[in-house]
């Protein structure tokens, strides 16, 4: 069981639909990074959260972090094909003596033309 | 903006190979590391380093060794390459000091082959 467990795994949707991805867990997190990750290529990070209930936007793409900061979700509107890559959130739980930056496992999104 | 540089794009290698793969960031950060790749896995931490000559051993240590002589450089050598170590090898850097929450910069990756 990962730590950060992201939902859908994979999912294909039409040029225009919206949809939201998930990234949860039992922990608490100081801040939660999203990464996108295009086929080949390295993940590129999007935002970090850093305050409960915070809401951070970029163009088409919203972040929000949950109040207890134990889960953010990414809503997308009006996909595009150019959104389509691996979706990854990523923190550091407050009670990681260890301190390291754990990554949940993804979600694969295709957008369609 | 933060560049992560990684020697190679593809690589194709034969198994008991020694590879060597190498990272750059041009952006003083403190922190390196390398994670692997695998369909259904996830990205796993092989090894990571804080500071120059300095080390620590991630979650899949086995098999590898890096090796930080400069603080822009971060290489990882798998000493003996196997099948099972064909995989997408990923460089990173972070601030610091500390490692831990840091937003982490990535290179575009190299896909090793062992074959």
């Known amino acids: 069981t990962q730590l950060l467990e992201q939902s859908p795994q994979f999912l294909s949707i039409q040029e225009g639909e919206n949809l939201t991805v998930y990234c949860n867990s039992s922990s608490v997190f100081s801040s939660l990074q999203w990464y996108r990750q295009e086929p080949g290529e390295g993940p590129v990070l999007l935002v970090t959260?850093?305050?409960?209930?915070e809401v951070k936007k970029l163009k088409r793409l919203t972040f929000q972090f949950g109040d207890a900061r134990k889960d953010s979700s990414l809503h997308i509107t009006a996909a595009q094909p150019g959104d389509t890559g691996l979706y990854l959130c990523a923190g550091v739980p407050l009670d990681d003596a260890g301190n390291m930056l754990t990554f949940g496992g993804g979600t694969r999104l295709m957008v369609k033309p | 903006d933060v560049k992560v540089t990684q020697s190679s794009r593809y690589l194709v290698k034969r198994t008991g190979e020694k590879v060597f793969l190498e990272c750059v960031q041009d952006?003083?950060?403190?922190?390196m590391f390398w994670y692997r790749q695998d369909p259904g896995l996830g990205l796993r931490l092989i090894y990571f380093?804080?500071?120059?000559?300095?080390?620590e051993k991630g979650d899949i240590p086995e098999g590898y060794s890096v090796s930080r002589e400069k603080k822009e450089r971060f290489s990882l050598i798998l000493e003996s390459a196997s099948t099972n170590q064909t995989s997408m090898y990923l460089c990173a850097s972070s601030l610091g000091p500390g490692w831990g929450s840091y937003e982490q910069y990535f290179g575009p990756g190299t896909r090793l082959t062992v074959t």
């Open positions: 952006m003083d950060h403190e922190n």
């Open positions: 380093s804080y500071d120059v000559k300095m080390k």
């Open positions: 959260v850093v305050t409960g209930g």
